[in-house]
């Protein structure tokens, strides 16, 4: 089936572009074991939205939640009583809801099936006889396009909310009810605009135009303050956004496969970094920043931004192979390459999380060697004036300090030599 993924591809395009019907098939990740979506190159459908979440993502996410309580007990000392979460529409259609079962058993809800068929048909809270810890107050931050797609799992966090905050429990187990009582601002699901997308990021990295964190943080917070709900239109409620980000102690990311990485986007960087960089705008001080590896469904792992970002530069950036497999793609590689140092250098100016190695090695792997350098040169000048520019875009803002005069000389000589090259070319 993945032998004929490639024919089928060229196939499928061509009988659409002549008007022809390409044949339908189901979405998911085959690295997730999903062997049904193969072969590709069909017109996939996403999922039946009544079979929310799934058993099985429930399963996952269950576990999941257990694992991050866990080990940020034994790293703080402490119960985790307040985190923020981001969760797209994507990974939700791949997966079957795993974001909404973790956010689910975090806050200390359990569905109730169906016995027939399955499905959930309602939520109920599990008692704190059972969960033996506190309930955690999450804030979710729903994409644009999850929030068009998936309108009756952002009703369920909202009655699941709406339960927890209804029990007579004591303060120290259930925060959430308890500023209900003092009728706090209580919404806890934020996304944009009705009809827009995006966090408000990537206009300000690609134009260069902010000077600190403090920009980012408050273009999220201008992009994510409408609450979400009921079925009840969506509202403007900056408040309430700042309000849910008080005493945040954790921000999560889960990524549900490992076909793509957090570098291969920048949707990473503007909700992942974006919602750390506004709680750390909100507190002033920056949150414990998590990503959650679901790619193995039997096995799923929590660990912090840093290891995250430290295993996609050693097992690709820096991977030989994959450098030179994107010397096989030409200006199309050579753009790969720049777009992976621009969302790194994104993640590290909302969050201050990419060690000064990262920029060294890449200044040192790609444009120290002779054949990657000449490999830009010739397939895409351009992205090597980006790339030696990006570089010293890092070492000017502070995020890269340990470039020294050697690094900073060679990469303005790398600047002007790719411009000389481009306005020749003109």
């Given amino acids: 089936r993945l032998k004929f993924s490639a024919e089928n591809e060229k196939s499928s395009l061509l009988d659409g572009i002549n008007g022809f019907r390409v044949k339908s098939g189901p979405a998911g990740a085959p690295t997730r074991g999903k062997v049904e979506v193969l072969p590709t190159g069909r017109n996939f459908y996403s999922v039946d939205l009544r079979g929310l979440p799934t058993e099985s993502a429930w399963d996952l996410g269950k576990r999941s939640a257990e694992n991050l309580i866990e080990l940020f007990f034994q790293e703080s000392g402490e119960h985790l009583t307040h985190m923020a979460m981001s969760v797209w529409g994507t990974s939700t259609m791949r997966n079957g809801g795993e974001d909404i079962g973790e956010l689910l058993a975090l806050i200390g809800v359990k569905p109730v099936w169906d016995g027939k068929n399955r499905r959930m048909i309602d939520i109920e809270a599990i008692p704190l006889s059972i969960l033996n810890r506190p309930r955690v107050d999450v804030t979710l931050r729903i994409s644009g396009f999850f929030r068009d797609a ?28 308890e500023k209900v009582k003092r009728n706090e601002p209580v919404g806890r699901i934020f996304g944009s605009a009705p009809g827009s997308y995006g966090a408000g990021l990537q206009t300000l990295i690609d ?12 273009a999220y917070l201008a992009w ?83 290891k995250e970002i430290d295993k996609v530069m050693r097992s690709r950036l820096l991977n030989p192979k994959w450098i030179n497999g994107m010397k096989g793609h030409g ?96």
């Avoid at 369920?156 to 029990?167: E, F, H, R």
């Avoid at 920029?359 to 992205?383: A, G, R």
């Fill in 150 to 177: 998936f309108p009756q799992l952002v009703e369920i966090v909202y009655k699941a909310q709406k339960i927890i905050g209804s029990l007579d429990e004591p303060k120290e187990m259930n925060s959430y009810a």
């Fill in 224 to 306: 994510s303050k409408w609450q979400y709900g009921s079925t009840i239109e969506p509202v403007k409620d900056n408040e309430g956004l700042v309000n849910s980000l008080k005493g945040i102690q954790l921000v999560l990311h889960n990524q549900d496969n490992r076909e793509h990485d957090l570098l291969d986007s920048d949707d990473y960087y503007q909700f992942h970094g974006g919602l750390a960089a506004a709680v750390e705008e909100v507190n002033g001080c920056l949150p414990e920043i998590w990503f959650g590896d679901h790619s193995r469904f039997s096995r799923p792992r929590i660990h912090k931004l840093k």
């Fill in 331 to 426: 200006y199309k590689g050579a753009f790969e390459m720049s777009a992976s140092l621009d969302y790194l250098f994104a993640y590290d100016a909302a969050t201050n999380q990419v060690p000064d190695w990262c920029y060294s090695s890449i200044c040192q792997h790609w444009l120290n060697e002779k054949d990657t350098k000449n490999f830009l040169i010739d397939k895409n000048p351009h992205v090597l004036r980006d790339i030696g520019e990006r570089l010293l875009e890092a070492n000017n803002r502070g995020l890269w300090k340990s470039a020294n005069r050697e690094e900073i000389n060679m990469l303005k000589t790398i600047v002007n030599e790719a411009e000389n090259i481009i306005e020749k070319a003109i």
């Fill in 207 to 218: 134009s260069g135009a902010w000077e600190d964190r403090t920009d980012l943080a408050r």
